[in-house]
């Protein structure tokens, strides 16, 4: 018994440390900018901080800009998310079968994850470009869009190219996680069910789908998270012009922009605590219904 | 004794080191900015070897610039020591910035253009040097404009639609009219060149918002008729920064761009430029109203308050040498970028280099300002939001401009 005590003590200053480092950089933000988003104020130094309670995130809930972002990042990331895990799946299923070159096919996919978002926006923005852009030159060819249609200028092209650019980007990091995912799956198991006769859809619903769920779990969780918070791709690519703005390009108008101009910094941090929440509540939303376990 | 020798150098260079003074200073890159500062920052250290000067390259859009000044006054930091400021955020930066106005005499602030002056003092106080002006000016291409029987350049914005679409009409590859339409701060100095020549403004001098009246609506249905209706602007302009427009105009694939003066100088590069010797420079056409009007530019020098003593007086310095004389005139024939200081516009040497800058001196002096407010950053923001939603069509410039006003009267308090 006194020994465990003994043993207990030690393991709390052993993980004290852990704990510390989070609690600076994770835990204090988080909690000074829930403080702040019940307080009326700017960073200019004549502005006065005003206690408002609950009234930013009423404002907040009035704020026509503030509940088109919220559609557009919600749009944005249930379209992008479905398609890198379809395109994921189907990518990290072929590269799991043998053939020749397997190795250095897995690495050049991954080319596209490895590149800075900053860069790679920037990139397409380029190839998205009117003057010799090469998608929309490809896409002229097609005759899918008329000669000279800015595509990141309209309000009905600009979220599409945005959300390929994070499709071409991210899918690489799906395909790369379901794909340690069917490696765990053992090779007995498609044996068994090849010998009781299950045909290849078969095997796919019955072994690898249930047997992938918790790494697809832990991937749209990654995913979706990111995706909620996106801000470089679309900054970077329409600065959030023509629909396409969302939460977190909104928040930077609030926290940069008019940080020095009047009491937003308030309003800006409700608005961060509203992505937190809505973050919390699609986490919660996978956890419960894939069924993972955290421990 | 290799030892001792290493150790004595390191020791002589840490002194040299420390005696030194170091700031640092924001620039910005367009055009060949960047490179003629870095000229004239080499003479300053040569003539002043106790100080030395690092600069800090800034991103090309102003609203970029922007947000790093924020972070860095925000946070209480001593650098950068001296900051390039547009000429519209004197007011808002000001509680971060070195009271100049002791200094009037000796930055012979007297000597400058009065405007320039007047954008850098905010309630009496002068916080800022002006370095360079800007307007917006009327590029257009000679050649085509007489190969087609135009004597002149358009007077008016009609006449423009009308010399745009003969030319662009036979001409192969090239369109009408660049401009800058992409929702940032450039759209706003565009969007207040139309509005002032079509009889309207943002505010008036009482600060009341008065933007909601049939000349601005008119102005803006002309920026939205110009792409859609003349055709004589790409679709693309919704998405052209001062860069893309000059790209596309220097590669001689526009008849007319609206652009700073700082192109003239690359445009003429007969290196890089499709179009050198075949462009010519005039004012703003003039609309309904009669008026031509060129929204004022420029940038100025602030000195950080929260730099030590020390780094203040070098950074006096630094900013006296930048906005002398000698190398106003150095950065006006090198980068194009317009003097603040009245006397250099007389010199023979600017006439013969950018001789529009001479001839144009009428309409520098007179361009018109942005609204002038601390809560600029804000009004911009929502004249950027409608004026862009109007022009990729997602309201009519009716809607656009009411909603405009409804928020502009917003964010003022009215």
Redesign the interface.
């Known amino acids: 018994m006194k020994v465990k005590t003994k043993e207990t003590v030690v393991a709390w200053w052993m993980v004290f440390p852990a704990i510390l480092v989070i609690s600076i950089i994770a835990f204090f933000p988080l909690f000074k900018t829930f403080y702040d988003s019940f307080y009326e104020f700017g ?4 502005i006065e901080r005003k206690f408002v309670g609950f009234g930013n995130y009423v404002s907040l809930f009035k704020d026509s800009r503030f509940i088109a972002a919220l559609k557009n990042t919600i749009f944005f990331t249930v379209v992008s998310v479905a398609l890198e895990t379809a395109f994921g799946l189907l990518i990290a299923i072929i590269v799991n079968q043998p053939f020749k070159l397997r190795g250095m096919v897995r690495a050049a996919m991954l080319i596209p994850w490895a590149i800075p978002t900053a860069i790679s926006s920037q990139m397409w923005k380029w190839m998205f ?3 010799g852009g090469i998608m929309t030159r490809f896409l002229e060819n097609l005759g899918i869009i008329e000669h ?3 595509i ?4 009905q092209t600009a979220m599409w190219a945005i959300i390929a650019v994070d499709v071409w980007k991210t899918t690489p990091f799906m395909a790369l996680l379901i794909l340690a995912g069917l490696q765990l799956i053992p090779e007995e198991l498609y044996e068994a069910a090849r010998i009781d006769g299950a045909n290849l859809w078969q095997r796919f619903t019955k072994i690898t789908l249930p047997m992938l769920r918790s790494t697809i779990a832990v991937a749209l969780i990654f995913r979706t998270l990111d995706a909620l918070r996106v801000f470089d791709v679309v900054f970077i690519m ?6 396409t703005e969302t939460l977190a390009v909104y928040n ?2 609030l926290l ?7 009491s937003w910094f308030g309003y800006g941090s409700a608005l961060s605590v509203v992505i937190f929440l809505l973050i919390s509540i699609f986490a919660i939303i996978y956890i419960k219904s894939l069924k993972l376990k955290l421990d | 004794m290799r030892k001792f020798v290493f150790v004595a150098l390191l020791l002589v260079l840490s002194v040299v080191a420390f005696s030194r003074v170091t700031i640092t200073m924001t620039a910005g890159a367009v055009g060949k900015e960047l490179e003629v500062l870095y000229a004239q920052l080499d003479r300053f250290m040569k003539a002043n070897p106790d100080i030395k000067v690092s600069v800090m390259p800034m991103p090309n859009s102003s609203t970029e610039r922007h947000d790093l000044y924020v972070t860095y006054l925000a946070s209480g930091e001593k650098e950068p020591t001296v900051l390039m400021l547009d000429v519209i955020w004197p007011a808002e930066f000001a509680p971060y910035l070195e009271d100049l106005t002791a200094d009037k005499a000796y930055f012979e602030l007297d000597k400058f253009l009065p405007g320039t002056v007047k954008a850098a003092t905010v309630g009496g106080k002068i916080v800022a040097v002006p370095w360079f002006t800007d307007a917006g000016l009327l590029y257009y291409r000679k050649d085509l404009l007489e190969k087609y029987g135009f004597k002149n350049p358009p007077k008016t914005w009609d006449e423009l639609v009308t010399i745009a679409k003969t030319i662009t009409a036979k001409e192969k590859n090239v369109v009408g009219f660049v401009w800058q339409g992409a929702r940032y701060e450039g759209l706003v100095c565009d969007f207040m060149e139309y509005l002032i020549s079509f009889g309207g403004d943002v505010l008036d001098d009482a600060g009341n918002v008065i933007v909601n009246s049939p000349a601005s609506v008119k102005a803006l249905q002309f920026m939205v008729d110009l792409i859609y209706k003349e055709k004589v602007s790409p679709q693309a302009v919704t998405t052209y920064m001062e860069e893309e427009a000059r790209r596309k105009f220097q590669n001689g694939e526009a008849v007319f761009m609206r652009n700073w003066p700082y192109a003239w100088s690359l445009l003429n590069d007969p290196k890089d430029s499709k179009v050198a010797g075949k462009v010519g420079v005039a004012p703003l056409p003039a609309g309904p109203s009669g008026k031509s009007a060129a929204t004022l530019g420029g940038w100025m020098l602030g000195i950080n308050k929260n730099a030590t003593p020390e780094e203040k007086a070098a950074a006096k310095k630094l900013v006296k040498f930048l906005t002398s004389y000698d190398e106003q005139l150095y950065k006006a024939i090198n980068a194009g970028q317009n003097p603040t200081m009245m006397d250099v516009y007389k010199n023979a040497e600017l006439k013969k280099a950018a001789p529009f800058m001479v001839e144009l001196y009428g309409m520098f002096i007179n361009a018109a300002p942005r609204p002038r407010t601390a809560k600029y950053s804000e009004i911009s923001d929502v004249i950027q939001k409608y004026a862009h939603a109007a022009l990729t069509q997602q309201m009519t410039a009716q809607k656009a401009i009411e909603e405009m006003a409804k928020e502009l009267n917003k964010v003022l308090g009215k």
Request: charged letters at 25%; glycine letters at 14%; proline letters at 10%.
């Open positions: 960073l200019r130094p004549d470009n009117d003057q000279g249609v800015p990141l200028g309209m309000p329409t600065r959030g012009s023509v629909n930077r108008v940069m922009d008019r940080a020095f101009t009047g």
